[in-house]
Protein backbone atom coordinates (compact mmCIF):
# COMPACT_ATOMS: atom_id res chain seq x y z
CA UNK A 1 0.00 0.00 0.00
CA UNK A 2 0.94 3.28 -0.57
CA UNK A 3 0.04 6.61 1.27
CA UNK A 4 -0.16 9.80 -0.57
CA UNK A 5 0.19 13.55 0.78
CA UNK A 6 -0.99 16.52 -1.59
CA UNK A 7 0.48 20.01 -1.09
CA UNK A 8 0.62 22.97 -2.98
CA UNK A 9 -2.69 24.67 -3.30
CA UNK A 10 -4.29 27.60 -2.67
CA UNK A 11 -5.64 30.73 -4.20
CA UNK A 12 -4.16 32.28 -7.37
CA UNK A 13 -5.67 35.10 -10.14
CA UNK A 14 -7.03 34.20 -13.36
CA UNK A 15 -3.27 33.28 -15.32
CA UNK A 16 -1.17 32.47 -13.07
CA UNK A 17 0.67 29.21 -12.04
CA UNK A 18 0.45 26.64 -9.03
CA UNK A 19 2.84 23.03 -8.70
CA UNK A 20 0.90 20.69 -6.77
CA UNK A 21 3.37 18.04 -5.32
CA UNK A 22 2.28 14.29 -3.93
CA UNK A 23 4.87 12.99 -1.69
CA UNK A 24 4.28 9.05 -1.81
CA UNK A 25 5.44 6.10 0.54
CA UNK A 26 5.24 2.39 0.04
CA UNK A 27 8.25 -0.09 -1.61
CA UNK A 28 6.74 -0.58 -4.88
CA UNK A 29 6.00 3.17 -5.76
CA UNK A 30 8.10 2.81 -8.60
CA UNK A 31 5.91 0.74 -10.59
CA UNK A 32 2.64 2.57 -10.03
CA UNK A 33 0.90 4.20 -12.00
CA UNK A 34 -0.27 7.52 -10.85
CA UNK A 35 -3.38 10.25 -11.61
CA UNK A 36 -4.01 13.83 -10.49
CA UNK A 37 -8.09 14.12 -10.36
CA UNK A 38 -10.25 17.04 -9.26
CA UNK A 39 -14.07 17.84 -8.07
CA UNK A 40 -15.75 21.07 -7.71
CA UNK A 41 -18.33 21.72 -5.35
CA UNK A 42 -21.71 19.65 -6.70
CA UNK A 43 -19.71 17.91 -9.45
CA UNK A 44 -18.24 14.85 -10.21
CA UNK A 45 -14.38 14.16 -9.89
CA UNK A 46 -13.05 14.35 -13.30
CA UNK A 47 -9.75 13.12 -14.62
CA UNK A 48 -6.59 15.77 -15.02
CA UNK A 49 -3.70 14.06 -15.76
CA UNK A 50 -2.02 10.51 -15.56
CA UNK A 51 1.59 9.24 -16.43
CA UNK A 52 2.76 5.47 -16.45
CA UNK A 53 5.05 3.90 -14.07
CA UNK A 54 8.06 4.39 -16.38
CA UNK A 55 7.13 8.35 -16.74
CA UNK A 56 7.25 7.71 -20.21
CA UNK A 57 3.60 7.76 -20.98
CA UNK A 58 1.14 10.67 -20.16
CA UNK A 59 -2.39 11.50 -20.87
CA UNK A 60 -4.18 14.67 -19.72
CA UNK A 61 -8.10 15.89 -19.99
CA UNK A 62 -8.87 18.27 -22.84
CA UNK A 63 -9.39 21.10 -20.56
CA UNK A 64 -6.15 21.19 -19.18
CA UNK A 65 -3.80 20.08 -22.37
CA UNK A 66 -0.96 22.33 -23.01
CA UNK A 67 -1.77 24.32 -19.26
CA UNK A 68 -0.79 21.46 -16.96
CA UNK A 69 2.01 19.23 -17.00
CA UNK A 70 2.53 15.99 -14.62
CA UNK A 71 5.74 14.10 -13.30
CA UNK A 72 7.41 11.82 -11.49
CA UNK A 73 10.58 11.79 -9.55
CA UNK A 74 10.41 7.73 -8.22
CA UNK A 75 13.91 8.46 -7.03
CA UNK A 76 12.34 11.00 -4.62
CA UNK A 77 8.98 9.40 -4.61
CA UNK A 78 6.79 12.22 -5.86
CA UNK A 79 4.45 13.34 -8.46
CA UNK A 80 3.97 16.78 -9.29
CA UNK A 81 1.76 18.79 -11.31
CA UNK A 82 2.68 22.01 -12.89
CA UNK A 83 -0.41 24.16 -13.66
CA UNK A 84 0.05 27.20 -15.97
CA UNK A 85 -2.54 29.25 -17.27
CA UNK A 86 -5.14 28.80 -14.31
CA UNK A 87 -8.41 29.58 -15.36
CA UNK A 88 -11.28 30.13 -12.57
CA UNK A 89 -12.97 26.93 -13.98
CA UNK A 90 -9.96 24.72 -12.88
CA UNK A 91 -10.94 25.69 -8.85
CA UNK A 92 -11.31 22.62 -7.27
CA UNK A 93 -9.96 20.45 -4.88
CA UNK A 94 -7.36 17.89 -6.66
CA UNK A 95 -6.24 14.25 -5.53
CA UNK A 96 -2.91 12.35 -6.15
CA UNK A 97 -4.15 8.71 -7.15
CA UNK A 98 -1.54 5.82 -7.41
CA UNK A 99 -2.81 2.33 -9.46
CA UNK A 100 -1.31 -0.70 -7.71
CA UNK A 101 -2.00 -2.96 -11.54
CA UNK A 102 -0.97 -0.65 -13.70
CA UNK A 103 -0.58 -0.86 -18.01
CA UNK A 104 3.17 -1.52 -18.74
CA UNK A 105 3.12 1.01 -21.49
CA UNK A 106 0.29 4.00 -20.89
CA UNK A 107 -0.64 6.06 -18.70
CA UNK A 108 -4.97 5.65 -17.77
CA UNK A 109 -7.29 8.02 -17.35
CA UNK A 110 -9.98 5.72 -16.01
CA UNK A 111 -10.86 6.66 -11.89
CA UNK A 112 -11.72 3.32 -11.23
CA UNK A 113 -8.43 1.91 -12.24
CA UNK A 114 -6.86 3.62 -9.27
CA UNK A 115 -6.31 2.04 -5.24
CA UNK A 116 -5.24 4.88 -3.25
CA UNK A 117 -5.82 8.26 -2.92
CA UNK A 118 -4.84 11.32 -1.26
CA UNK A 119 -6.72 13.61 0.89
CA UNK A 120 -6.47 16.27 -1.47
CA UNK A 121 -5.59 19.84 -1.81
CA UNK A 122 -7.29 23.25 -2.41
CA UNK A 123 -6.71 25.10 -5.46
CA UNK A 124 -8.81 28.40 -5.96
CA UNK A 125 -8.47 30.64 -9.22
CA UNK A 126 -9.83 34.21 -8.93
CA UNK A 127 -11.56 36.52 -11.30
Known amino acids: QVQLVESGGGLVQAGGSLRLSCAAS????????MGWFRQAPGKEREFVAA????????VYADSVKGRFTISRDNAKNTVNLQMNSLKPEDTAVYYC????????????????????WGQGTQVTVSS
Open 97 to 116: AADRNPPLTIATSIEDDYDY
Open 26 to 33: GRTFSIYG
Open 51 to 58: ISWSGGST
